[in-house]
């Protein structure tokens, strides 16, 4: 079902009723209270139902953001401000209920690093964190820093190279910076202490980094290196030492013996990256409804439509986030183009209730 036998859609008419009684409420007594009779019920469960049959039909995909899915919901709700009544919005001297916008849009490919010849896959065996647009093959020498406390960086010769460190208790973010301010290249953060672990933090984070990333603004290129974070299984092949050897060298240096940290030999790997970014267009759908006493003011009607689109072959149809906001929306608009022909200004009411 796309939503259980519409339970949703008498909340929502219940509150939207409620919401134009408040409007309406301040004209009352100068208006036929059968004219305002007529506008209240003119929202009703029957075109709720109707109009979120289609917006969460699967027919529309999820309606995620440049998909075409979404395209479909565009031109529903475009026909639906025509059918109502709301004027369009005039942009660049063209009358429209579009309002289009770029959107960049960045997806990670494959990630692998090699280490002697042995091939170890992003969402599979590492998880690879900065997506930046990128398509990069790089061999690089990775220096052992333990626990990447800012003492470690002065005895290691770090600078424009890698670095792996052991996970935190309290996380690896403040780690991170700290070597970023060293002037190293590329982070290799070692986590939990069994495969195990890491495919728990993949499972946990696999939507967000295999899903597209959507901005405003185009990426800028990746000045501050990537991050990586790995199995002390990987670890090991990389610096061709047991994990406990790792930790317990890391241990000493909070000691002040950072010979142990030197002892570690440095470790070479090799990692290839494909992320791109592309350009895509998507849109915004408003009209809106001049006041009567004063047409320079506006009731501007908009909403959030999209969605999440698909995730493999399940639809996520958005009934509820947004599909059910969305639909109100429409009939308020519906209801406000008739209090607007029966004489109420709903700019004067709207500025009542703002006060």
Same mark, same amino acid.
């Given at each position: 079902?796309?939503?259980?036998?519409?339970?949703?859609?008498?909340?929502?008419?219940?509150?939207?009723?409620? +919401?134009?009684?408040?409007?309406?409420?301040?004209?009352?007594?100068?208006?036929?209270?059968?004219?305002?009779?007529?506008?209240?019920?003119?929202?009703?469960?029957?075109?709720?139902?109707?109009?979120?049959?289609?917006?969460?039909?699967?027919?529309?995909?999820?309606?995620?953001?440049?998909?075409?899915?979404?395209?479909?919901?565009?031109?529903?709700?475009?026909?639906?401000?025509?059918?109502?009544?709301?004027?369009?919005?005039?942009?660049?001297?063209?009358?429209?209920?579009?309002?289009?916008?770029?959107?960049?849009?960045?997806?990670?490919?494959?990630?692998?690093?090699?280490?002697?010849?042995?091939?170890?896959?992003?969402?599979?065996?590492?998880?690879?964190?900065?997506?930046?647009?990128?398509?990069?093959?790089?061999?690089?020498?990775?220096?052992?820093?333990?626990?990447?406390?800012?003492?470690?960086?002065?005895?290691?010769?770090?600078?424009?190279?890698?670095?792996?460190?052991?996970?935190?208790? *309290?996380?690896?973010?403040?780690?991170?910076?700290?070597?970023?301010?060293?002037?190293?290249?590329?982070?290799?953060?070692?986590?939990?202490?069994?495969?195990?672990?890491?495919?728990?933090?993949?499972?946990?984070?696999?939507?967000?980094?295999? +899903?597209? +990333?959507?901005?405003?603004?185009?990426?800028?290129?990746?000045?501050?290196?990537?991050?990586?974070?790995?199995?002390? *299984?990987?670890?090991?092949?990389?610096?061709?030492?047991?994990?406990?050897?790792?930790?317990?060298?890391?241990?000493?240096?909070?000691?002040?013996?950072?010979?142990?940290?030197?002892?570690?030999?440095?470790?070479?790997?090799?990692? +290839?990256?494909?992320?791109?970014?592309?350009?895509?267009?998507?849109?915004?759908?408003?009209?809106?409804?001049?006041?009567?006493?004063?047409?320079?003011?506006?009731?501007?009607?908009?909403?959030?439509?999209?969605?999440?689109?698909?995730?493999?072959?399940?639809?996520?149809?958005?009934?509820?986030?947004?599909?059910?906001?969305?639909?109100?929306?429409?009939?308020?608009?519906?209801?406000?183009?008739?209090?607007?022909?029966?004489?109420?200004?709903?700019?004067?009411?709207?500025?009542?209730?703002?006060?």
């Amino acid at each position: 079902m796309l939503f259980r036998k519409f339970k949703i859609l008498r909340l929502i008419k219940n509150f939207y009723i409620v +919401s134009l009684l408040f409007l309406v409420v301040y004209l009352a007594k100068a208006q036929d209270e059968t004219a305002i009779d007529m506008v209240v019920e003119s929202i009703t469960e029957d075109d709720l139902k109707n109009h979120l049959a289609i917006i969460a039909h699967d027919s529309l995909e999820g309606r995620e953001t440049g998909q075409e899915g979404l395209r479909k919901a565009a031109q529903y709700l475009r026909s639906q401000f025509e059918r109502i009544g709301l004027d369009p919005v005039n942009i660049r001297g063209k009358d429209t209920y579009y309002q289009s916008f770029p959107l960049y849009h960045k997806k990670c490919g494959d990630v692998l690093i090699s280490v002697d010849e042995n091939a170890y896959k992003n969402m599979e065996d590492m998880l690879y964190v900065n997506n930046a647009p990128q398509t990069s093959d790089e061999n690089i020498d990775v220096v052992f820093v333990g626990h990447s406390n800012t003492e470690d960086y002065k005895k290691l010769n770090c600078k424009n190279r890698g670095v792996a460190m052991l996970n935190s208790e *309290d996380g690896w973010r403040n780690k991170v910076k700290i070597a970023r301010e060293a002037g190293v290249k590329d982070i290799f953060i070692i986590y939990g202490d069994t495969e195990e672990d890491i495919d728990i933090l993949i499972s946990q984070y696999r939507d967000f980094y295999q +899903s597209s +990333s959507l901005k405003l603004d185009r990426t800028m290129t990746n000045n501050e290196g990537n991050l990586f974070i790995i199995t002390p *299984d990987l670890a090991e092949k990389i610096f061709n030492r047991p994990i406990q050897m790792l930790k317990s060298a890391a241990d000493k240096s909070l000691k002040n013996k950072y010979r142990s940290l030197k002892k570690i030999p440095v470790g070479n790997l090799s990692y +290839s990256i494909e992320c791109m970014e592309d350009e895509i267009y998507t849109e915004n759908i408003l009209g809106f409804i001049r006041g009567i006493e004063k047409p320079e003011e506006v009731v501007v009607i908009s909403a959030h439509y999209d969605h999440i689109g698909r995730r493999g072959d399940e639809i996520y149809n958005g009934a509820d986030d947004n599909g059910s906001g969305t639909v109100a929306v429409l009939e308020l608009a519906e209801a406000y183009t008739i209090a607007k022909k029966m004489g109420i200004d709903t700019t004067l009411v709207d500025a009542k209730n703002r006060r």
